[in-house]
């Protein structure tokens, strides 16, 4: 990637925001990583300086660096001014786009990193914005060589989240038709399902495995992992998998809570006002699992997450149209809170894999999910170097 001829290698947007708070510190530990060997310039990015430089301020504080604030540039950009946000991506490499929800405020920032040549990484879980990105600009990226990557995270789960997401969720299913709608104009040819297909669970499952009731994950990850499946299949022929995602939820009372706050909330995204009392009172609707302080440090120190992977494939040479699985494997990735220290890392190292193993990416830029644009990157080696552990819990035949 061009980096050289630009005066920011990575610029946070939305530095201000919850997450943003804690990507700019992310960036500010990596800045002075003991593995990093070349400088690394960077900015923050928002609508108001005064928030801007708190943020870095308080970064400067936490990490015992009084200087920071003086090596970081500030860039003065609102999404209501596409001339601001040009001269953002103008001054980047690299934009990790932390303002949200993406469906009101994402397309401006992709429209500006393409046409003013920067790469652009965000946290976004509302496939919908996901899948219409890709569509509108994937061809448009390809030219301009520049690598547009959605949702490089999906590991929200926590004891507390920020009602920054609640937002997202609470106009994602809202706007559920129009996903529908995008996905029947869009005409693709279906994958081949290799093996028997999956069956789902639904409503309420039990998962042995874990001793949980579990119910299906509505976020974005069975969207962003059909896509990655595709390019795979399409672009380096390997055969594709089938996926589902579930949360465990624990025992009988959580399942009753949990099922009266989906009612409520389906319910209420429904109708305008309803939408309105939805995102005025977050922590109310949901539960406590959202709220407008976000969690506190004691919270997210005391937090992390786990997601386990149970799969099932073919030995080389044994033929799906003629035999059953007869491999089975378990796999983990453990690391600490998801949404507000996790995803941080997961951000800033996505970023730092476009910096610095370009020829590892696809050839030709283009709008990717995290899986199309890192499979031959190290970035899980990164990953794991920062506590997100990936590791194989068992393998075994059948
Ligand atoms: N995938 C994951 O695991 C994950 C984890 C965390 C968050 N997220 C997503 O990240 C997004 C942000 O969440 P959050 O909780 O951090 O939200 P937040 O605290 O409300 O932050 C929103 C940010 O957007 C900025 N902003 C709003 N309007 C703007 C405008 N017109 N121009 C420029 N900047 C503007 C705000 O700036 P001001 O400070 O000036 O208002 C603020 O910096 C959400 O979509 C959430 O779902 C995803």
């Known amino acids: 990637m061009?980096?050289?001829?630009?005066?920011?290698?990575?610029?946070?947007?939305?530095?201000?925001?919850?997450?943003?708070?804690?990507?700019?510190?992310?960036?500010?530990?990596?800045?002075?990583?003991?593995?990093?060997?070349?400088?690394?310039?960077?900015?923050?990015?928002?609508r108001c300086r005064e928030k801007l430089q708190r943020v870095l301020e308080r970064a400067a504080m936490k990490l015992g660096r009084p200087t920071l604030p003086s090596e970081v540039g500030i860039i003065i950009c609102d999404i209501t001014n596409p001339a601001s946000l040009d001269e953002m991506a103008k001054q980047a490499a690299v934009v990790l786009n932390c303002v949200g929800p993406y469906r009101f405020y994402g397309e401006p920032v992709v429209r500006a990193c393409i046409e003013n040549g920067a790469s652009c990484i965000d946290i976004c879980g509302e496939p919908q914005f996901l899948e219409l990105i890709y569509w509108k600009y994937h061809e448009k990226a390809a030219e301009k060589g520049v690598y547009i990557i959605g949702s490089s995270v999906s590991i929200h789960a926590g004891l507390c989240i920020h009602d920054g997401t609640w937002k997202s969720a609470v106009y994602g299913f809202a706007d559920k038709s129009q996903l529908k709608k995008l996905r029947n104009e869009s005409h693709l040819k279906p994958v081949p399902v290799v093996?028997?297909?999956?069956?789902?669970?639904?409503?309420?499952?039990?998962?042995?495995?874990?001793n949980s009731y579990s119910i299906p994950f509505l976020g974005a990850d069975v969207s962003v992992v059909k896509r990655t499946q595709r390019y795979l299949h399409e672009n380096l022929e390997q055969s594709p998998v089938q996926y589902a995602a579930y949360v465990t939820v624990g025992g009988i009372t959580s399942i009753i809570k949990l099922m009266f706050a989906g009612l409520f909330f389906l319910f209420f995204v429904r109708f305008g006002i309803g939408r309105q009392l939805l995102v005025k009172f977050p922590w109310l609707f949901s539960f406590g699992y959202f709220s407008k302080q976000g969690p506190t440090q004691k919270q997210m120190d005391a937090s992390s997450f786990t997601l386990t992977f149970f799969g099932q494939g073919y030995s080389q040479g044994l033929s799906p149209d003629k035999s059953k699985p007869n491999i089975r494997i378990c796999t983990q990735v453990k690391g600490p809170e998801a949404g507000y220290v996790a995803t941080p890392i997961a951000m800033v190292q996505a970023a730092l894999t476009l910096l610095n193993?370009?020829?590892?990416?696809?050839?030709?830029?283009?709008?990717?999910?995290?899986?199309?644009?890192?499979?031959?990157?190290?970035?899980?080696?990164?990953?794991?170097?920062?506590?997100?552990?990936?590791?194989?819990?068992?393998?075994?035949?059948?």
Do not use: M
């Open 2 to 46: 061009a980096t050289q001829q630009r005066p920011f290698h990575l610029v946070v947007f939305g530095a201000s925001g919850f997450t943003g708070q804690f990507v700019t510190e992310e960036v500010a530990r990596e800045q002075v990583s003991p593995e990093r060997r070349t400088s690394l310039p960077w900015a923050v990015a928002g």
């Open 195 to 210: 093996g028997p297909k999956l069956k789902r669970r639904w409503p309420v499952s039990y998962c042995r495995e874990l």
């Open 357 to 398: 193993d370009a020829s590892d990416l696809p050839k030709a830029g283009g709008v990717f999910t995290p899986g199309a644009a890192f499979c031959r990157t190290k970035l899980i080696e990164r990953l794991n170097q920062r506590g997100i552990e990936f590791s194989v819990i068992s393998s075994s035949e059948v």
